[in-house]
């Protein structure tokens, strides 16, 4: 019988995490973490798992990220790290409160000298 954590170790491991870290993310312990990923990662059906799940070649990692999120496989917490990641290309940061910005007629108001050459 195929688990939960077992399917969040085959995503993980697809998504490149190692077998250590796999197992983390599926929610085993911090302890045994090494052990348990590398028992998995010979468990049969959790290589039947890994050839069933598709591999995608994105482009964009922006895509990969929003095909994390969706993903029904997934784990909640890489879910989290995933839309962490993802913020700030979905809501950039607005600007310093303190920054003025120039407008572009008020460019010749502050004209740009050249350094001095020394001698």
Not at 46 to 73: C, M, R
């Amino acid at each position: 019988m195929t688990t939960k954590r077992k399917k969040d170790f085959a995503a993980s491991l697809k998504n490149g995490a190692s077998q250590a870290e796999a197992a983390r993310q599926a929610g085993y312990t911090e302890k045994y973490a090494k052990q348990i990923g590398s028992r998995l990662a010979k468990d049969e059906e959790v290589l039947e798992l890994l050839n069933s799940l598709e591999k995608k070649v994105y482009e964009d990692p922006k895509d990969f990220l929003i095909d994390l999120l969706n993903g029904a496989e997934v784990s909640l917490s890489m879910k989290f790290e995933a839309a962490k990641i993802l913020m700030p290309y979905m809501h950039p940061k607005l600007g310093s409160i303190g920054e003025r910005v120039i407008e572009e007629d008020e460019e010749d108001i502050y004209p740009v000298f050249p350094s001095p050459k020394l001698n």
